[in-house]
């Protein structure tokens, strides 16, 4: 389960603003975030004034502001604007980068993210959003790599933390990340992303009960939370709460229509409760949304044997185990149908050539 988690990035000062005090107001409230960050640097922009870095510095931190509202493509736009502007700028790369992260355009980002650190190799948060593109990609080695750098330039970059327990929850090493998601949460403990975070790490490890309470923490800080309401939907499965589970999935799936795994979630726990065509009907959505996930087959092979369809059961254990050959659930699917498919399938009698005898 893949999350791009927005760090925070370096909001850069406008460099030269001049002593009258509106302007300076401006320039100060133009580097921060919101509505008012963005009115700021529109009043700068539209003075017709400033060139260069300066005006570059202006478009950045308005695409800024935009990108932590959400609006990402205004973020890009004024990015890539900032660019133009001033090509030598390393920030505007870092806000584009970070925006098409979160847009799922990993390898813009990573392009973007590229740029910024050869135009300024210490800018810590550019280090992070590249591991966090990497993260989206599943290339979690390199995605540490940069990580570790950036908590290398900067140790208080609780983002980074973050995220680099999700690259060890990817590779299995969940006390690694949970250490990592504490020490997130130490450097700032209101971050609904990090309770999210480690609420799938202690769910990896069995620990149903505390991936629960984390879960709970997340969404209490962030009621629309959509990747804790599918963890501890994860979580009460695994305890056997099907009902639980199936809220839980469904109002993921109010937040965001197309999150493959909260489909997943609830076609797992329609299937414990023996409802197989509710239960194919998520699966089948699950696969048309994210046909490499092999959880998706898995399940529907669950439900395709249910309802003793076991061709198409085993099939699909077959494709799950294709995409994860380690797939404990699909593999056992494939030792409990094979053998009834194969005793099932009426056997043909070997043609035989007529001999002339002499």
């Known amino acids: 389960m893949h999350r791009w988690l927005p760090i925070v990035l370096v909001f ?13 107001d401006d320039g ?21 004034r400033w060139k260069g870095r300066h005006l570059s510095n ?11 509202k959400g609006e990402y493509d205004r973020g890009i736009a004024d990015s890539t604007e900032a660019i133009r502007i001033d090509p030598t700028n390393p920030y505007p790369y870092s806000i584009r980068g970070w925006a098409y992260g979160a847009k799922n355009e990993f390898d813009r980002a990573i392009a973007d993210l590229n740029e910024a650190i050869r135009l300024n190799p210490k800018i810590p ?34 983002g980074a933390y973050v995220n680099r327990g999700i690259s060890y929850i990817q590779k299995g090493d969940t006390d690694r990340a949970i250490a990592d998601l504490n020490e997130g949460l130490r450097l700032e ?14 769910g990896t490890k069995g620990d149903y009960d505390r991936a629960i309470a984390d879960a709970n923490e ?21 305890k056997g709460d099907y009902d639980r589970a199936i809220a839980d999935a469904s109002e993921a799936i109010r937040i965001v229509p197309n999150d493959d795994s909260a489909f997943i979630n609830r076609g797992y726990a329609y299937n414990n409760k023996r409802d197989y065509d509710r239960a194919m009907a998520d699966l089948n959505e699950a696969i048309r ?16 044997e249910g309802k003793g369809d076991l061709k198409r059961a085993l099939a699909d254990f077959r494709e799950a185990v ?8 699909a593999l056992e699917g494939i030792r409990r149908v094979e053998p009834k498919v194969a005793s099932a399938t009426p056997q043909v009698a070997p043609q035989v050539t007529p001999q002339i005898t002499p």
């Open 189 to 202: 403990p209101k971050d609904p992303n990090a309770y999210s975070s480690r609420a799938l790490a202690y």
């Open 322 to 329: 294709r995409l994860w050959p380690q797939n404990p659930e």
């Open 12 to 24: 850069i000062a406008v460099a030269g603003i001049p002593a009258d005090p509106a302007i300076a």
């Open 218 to 238: 997340a969404i209490r800080l962030n009621p629309k939370h959509a990747a804790a309401i599918v963890t501890r939907s994860f979580a009460y499965n695994k």
């Open 289 to 304: 949304l994210a046909p490499k996930q092999s959880q998706g087959y898995k399940n529907r092979g669950i439900a395709f």
């Open 125 to 158: 948060q550019a280090y992070a959003n590249r591991g966090f593109a990497y993260n989206g990609k599943g290339e979690y080695d390199r995605a540490l790599s940069d990580l570790d750098e950036a908590i290398r330039l900067n140790p208080k970059l609780a």
């Open 58 to 68: 202006f478009y950045n931190n308005r695409g800024n502001a935009y990108v932590w």
């Open 28 to 48: 100060k409230i133009c580097s921060g975030t919101g509505d008012a960050a963005i009115a700021a640097c529109s009043r700068q922009i539209a003075t017709g």
